[in-house]
């Protein structure tokens, strides 16, 4: 049912989750809202003189009003680059809401392409640029939307930090950049559970493996506790902690 671009059993999977936890009208606006878009067919490429907004984008916005979390659900997919990570509220790593799923369902039905995903991160809010993030592995196979990632890497939003930790950061940071993501989610809290392919990525990884010792040790040193999540890790690099 994702539509617009390549099949993506994940974002199927990520459509059931969301109709688990959102209400009756927030499923039909989005079932029609869908449609809309894949009647009129992928992004083109862009031109010289302006465009007209195309449907999805007065869709994108409206989804936070839309599609809302109505009522917990039992255990099912999850949204897209979530997978092993709490649905909790407080987790800051948690799937978003119901609104960020159609957000990324929307965008992968438009065929949204890179230059338009960078505008919309730009000019978006903190909930609609973690749905470009979420979406990018879903809409961009090649690094070219990488400095959405480093960008939100620099900040010091939690959640977006968690989502562009997904499997296109896993695929395209380079290990120095991979490496210091991982110590921000340490330093800032975030569950290392948000960070995609941790474990392949971490595996034998012996720079990564010093960074970690060196910030226990300087915790010990501090008197502060060392995080269970830094002895994780640690343990992924396969040094004991």
Not at 58 to 80: D, I, M, N, W
Not at 182 to 199: Q, R
Request: with cysteine.
């Amino acid at each position: 049912m994702t539509g617009g671009g390549r099949e993506d059993p994940l974002l199927d999977e990520a459509y059931r989750w969301l109709c688990r936890r959102t209400d009756a009208a927030g499923r039909d606006w989005l079932d029609e809202a869908l449609a809309e878009v894949r009647r009129a067919g992928p992004e083109p490429a862009a031109t010289d003189g302006p465009a007209p907004l195309p449907a999805w984008e007065a869709h994108f916005a409206a989804a936070g009003r839309r599609c809302r979390r109505t009522k917990p659900e039992a255990v099912g997919p999850q949204a897209p680059g979530d997978s092993d990570i709490p649905d909790t509220p407080d987790n800051a790593g948690a799937p978003d809401d119901p609104a960020t799923v159609a957000r990324v369902l929307l965008l992968h039905a438009a065929g949204v392409r890179t230059g338009t995903l960078t505008r919309l991160y730009t000019r978006g809010t903190g909930a609609e640029r973690r749905a470009v993030l979420r979406a990018l592995p879903h809409l961009t196979a090649g690094p070219e939307a990488l400095h959405l990632v480093t960008d939100a890497l620099r900040t010091n939003d939690t959640r977006l930090i968690a989502a562009a930790l997904g499997p296109y950061a896993a695929t395209h940071l380079d290990p120095p950049a991979w490496r210091q993501a991982v110590l921000k989610c340490l330093f800032t809290g975030i569950p290392v559970a948000a960070i995609s392919a941790l474990s392949r990525r971490a595996a034998g990884d012996r720079e990564l493996a010093r960074m970690l010792a060196d910030y226990a040790a300087e915790r010990t040193a501090a008197g502060r506790d060392v995080p269970t999540d830094l002895c994780h890790v640690l343990t992924l690099t396969g040094k004991e902690s």
